[in-house]
């Protein structure tokens, strides 16, 4: 018996729950994926924490012009992609788009470092979750508990979710994206209407600030804040029309991301002035003791105190959309590897009446448990290192999956010369997004060690040679655990990302 049949299995009936093994199909539209890509990169945490730390940490004042040439970067990744996803749709995305186009043992590699980054990102995320929802619950509504206890409830609530419809997800998405953008754009107006004390300068869009100081870091720091616009395919299997539904979500998320980031970034810096938000004397005299406060702090000096409550917990609920949008991205990844067989049979299992992913879903949430738990219990900061170096090693774990999948996509329709696309989506734009994006990976691991010092000058920290080996180290790992499965279980190896066309029919039509 094939190891994917369970997920060939036809459409439940209308109303009935879906299939063991199989996800919820036909469940997500346009809307639905947009808001999963938009809030996994978390606007109000981009904009609030990582943009205003980028600052800080780089001494970079050209962040909003970075944000440009990114965006069209990514834009002309997502061309192939979105091509791939037009003749593969499968949760498993970055690992089965590398199987079809670089073999499979390169695929399982790829589907380990994504399995290691996701958890990074959405593991990561916890640290800063913790600490903002503590000081927003002491502060407003009285009660007091550690950094750790919040995650564990924060947590608890995600894993709940995660066994849940992936719809009812998207609306719990759909409703915290919304608010937080509002308060975001109320504020980029309030500093528009009173900028700080050097005024609306437009130093954030010199190229010159821009490549100035510490690039690299600032443009993974740029990518942290993408992370998850390249997650609609992971949910192919579960949109109304896979054909259309992956590019179209992908290509607006973006568009979306790039220019409201880029806009307010540079307003960001205008709050309190350019110069303040990359010096830390300069920052601790205006009032803001780490460039975290800068947007709330200033925003409600501007907005008033109903605008920094709502803002303060905005920021809280932005991070738990993060964390929920990650949380589903691994767990459908774990459900991709337990279907093919490269691990146990038992994670594909879906819950009968949901669609979900529910063994996958309880595995992430337990890895998550046993690592917040070991942070806590060593004392370590939760933000300068459970956040700062997780985070920053799920940024460069996609950087380098984007990679490998651009050149996966060249090798795909190389091998596929019947395509009825054209030659700028399946070999130009995907060789030239490879290629930028091994020059942005490459820039990232020079500077890395800005990121885990969170200094441009200080001296090499062993993290900074650490984490980027567990990342490439689990992407050889990946590549033996598949060498093993075509010495020892070879009928489990030949059905590595493969599927009937049967299937595949049934998924795009």
Same mark, same amino acid.
Request: net charge neutral.
């Given at each position: ?33 947009? !808001? ?6 978390? =606007?109000?945490?981009? %904009? ?17 012009? #970075? ?31 590398? %199987? ?6 390169? /695929? ?5 470092? *994504? ?13 800063? !979750? ?18 750790? $206890? ?22 719990? #998405?759909?409703?915290? #994206? ?28 010199? =190229? ?7 690039? /690299?870091? *600032?443009?993974? !720091? ?30 607006? &998320? ?11 970034? $540079? ?84 819950? =009968?009446?949901?669609?979900? =992913? ?6 992430? +949430?337990?890895? @998550? ?20 170096? #997780? ?37 130009? @734009?995907? &060789? ?41 180290? +689990? ?8 060498? @093993? ?19 595949? *029919?049934?998924?795009?039509?």
């Amino acid at each position: 018996m094939s190891v994917i049949e369970p997920a060939a299995a036809p459409a439940a009936p209308t109303g009935a729950g879906p299939a063991s093994g199989q996800l919820h199909r036909r469940a997500l539209g346009v809307p639905d994926l947009v !808001f999963f890509i938009v809030a996994a990169s978390a =606007p109000l945490t981009a %904009v609030a924490g990582g943009q205003a730390a980028t600052y800080l940490v780089t001494g970079n004042k050209g962040i909003p012009f #970075l944000f440009i040439p990114l965006a069209i970067v990514l834009g002309i990744f997502a061309v192939g992609y979105a091509a791939m996803s037009r003749h593969v749709a499968d949760a498993g995305a970055f690992y089965t788009y590398v %199987v079809r186009g670089l073999g499979r043992i390169p /695929g399982v590699g790829v589907a380990f470092v *994504a399995l290691v980054s996701y958890n990074a990102m959405q593991i990561g995320i916890y640290g800063l !979750f913790g600490v903002a929802t503590a000081g927003f619950m002491a502060d407003k509504i009285g009660i007091t508990l550690d950094w750790q $206890w919040w995650c564990l409830i924060g947590g608890a609530i995600i894993a709940v979710l995660g066994v849940l419809k992936i719809d009812l997800n998207a609306r719990v #998405l759909g409703v915290a #994206l919304i608010l937080e953008v509002i308060v975001v754009v109320i504020f980029d107006l309030g500093v528009i209407s009173s900028p700080g004390p050097e005024g609306l300068t437009t130093v954030g869009w010199s =190229p010159s600030a821009a490549t100035g100081s510490a690039m /690299g870091a *600032a443009l993974t !720091f740029c990518v942290a804040s993408f992370v998850g616009f390249e997650s609609a395919a992971i949910y192919s299997e579960e949109c109304k029309d896979p054909k259309k539904t992956v590019a179209r979500a992908t290509f607006i &998320a973006v568009a979306l991301i790039g220019v409201f980031y880029a806009v307010s970034s $540079w307003l960001l810096a205008n709050s309190v002035g350019p110069t303040t938000m990359t010096n830390p004397d300069l920052l601790a005299k205006a009032g803001f003791p780490d460039p975290t406060t800068v947007l709330v702090g200033s925003g409600t000096a501007t907005l008033g105190r109903v605008w920094g409550d709502t803002a303060a917990a905005l920021f809280c609920t932005s991070l738990f959309a993060a964390l929920l949008a990650f949380h589903n991205a691994v767990s459908r990844y774990v459900f991709a590897l337990g279907r093919e067989g490269v691990f146990p049979k038992v994670f594909a299992r879906t819950h =009968p009446k949901t669609g979900a =992913p529910f063994v996958g879903s309880m595995a992430q +949430s337990g890895l @998550a448990l046993v690592v917040v738990g070991a942070f806590a219990i060593a004392g370590a900061d939760p933000v300068l290192k459970l956040f700062t170096w #997780l985070t920053n090693l799920g940024a460069l774990g996609v950087l380098l999956l984007m990679a490998v999948t651009s050149f996966a996509v060249v090798a795909y329709f190389n091998k596929r010369p019947d395509h009825d696309l054209g030659a700028w989506s399946t070999k130009i @734009a995907p &060789a030239i997004a490879g290629i930028l994006m091994v020059v942005i990976l490459v820039l990232g691991v020079a500077n890395f060690n800005v990121l885990i010092t969170s200094s441009t000058n200080a001296p090499t920290d062993t993290m900074t040679i650490v984490l980027p080996i567990v990342l490439f180290g +689990s992407g050889i790992v990946g590549m033996i655990v598949a060498w @093993a499965l075509k010495s020892t279980r070879p009928q489990v190896y030949a059905e590595i990302g493969e599927r009937t066309p049967t299937e595949t *029919a049934e998924h795009l039509a």
